[in-house]
């Protein structure tokens, strides 16, 4: 029943994507809708996803974090698959140019790449020899935050809001990593 209701849940946002482009029909820009809604969604589940272990005493979902995570990888590649079909329509060119003129792109697809390694090595034979590399999260969660920031090209308070509540998670991710480390001594 929480697998349903996570999948359920994880997917509300394609299907509003979809009622809006292709029933409503209200959306100016199509491109720039599915980007938002995409990446928005990937991100959230990415940092819903290293949230977990934080909430395991109040609900634990810890064996359903893999499948968490993977929805978010599933977002993302929504989100980079937009970008190569629908905005540069698999010209190479493009996008070798648009990624080198717009730094936030490289961003985004080096933060994609980390999560693409994480979803292929998510299987249990390979997470046992690449979880360490796991922790490579962080650097991806930071990467799509500057990544949003930059693509923005201003910042408002629902950024500001967000910036603060990533701020506040990696704190309290540093103090269960100190925490743990101390119970292991």
């Known amino acids: 029943m929480v697998r349903f209701f996570i999948y359920l849940l994880s997917l509300a ?3 509003y994507l979809n009622v809006n482009l ?3 029909d209200n959306v100016n820009d ?3 809708y599915i980007y938002t809604i995409t990446g928005g969604t990937a991100t959230l589940i990415l940092f819903f996803t290293i949230s977990i272990s934080l909430l ?3 609900i634990n979902l810890i064996k359903y974090r893999k499948e968490v995570g993977l929805l978010g ?3 993302a590649l929504l989100h980079l698959l937009n970008f190569v079909v629908l905005d540069a329509s698999f010209d190479l060119d ?3 140019k648009e990624t080198i003129e717009k730094p936030f792109i490289y961003l985004g697809m080096s933060a994609f790449f980390i999560v693409l ?3 292929i090595t998510s299987t249990k034979q390979l997470f046992r020899k690449y979880n360490k590399y796991h922790k490579l999260i962080y650097l991806a969660l930071i ?3 500057i990544h949003w920031i930059m693509a923005q090209k201003s910042i408002n308070i629902s950024q500001y809001v967000y910036i603060g509540v990533i701020l506040l998670l990696g704190y309290y991710k540093l103090l269960q990593q100190i925490e743990k480390n101390i119970n292991k001594s």
């Open 56 to 58: 395991k005493e109040k």
């Open 30 to 32: 199509p491109i720039k």
């Open 13 to 15: 946002p394609l299907i």
């Open 94 to 96: 493009f996008i070798i």
């Open 73 to 75: 990888f599933f977002y």
């Open 117 to 119: 390694f994480m979803a």
């Open 143 to 145: 990467l799509i935050t």
């Open 22 to 24: 292709f029933i409503f």
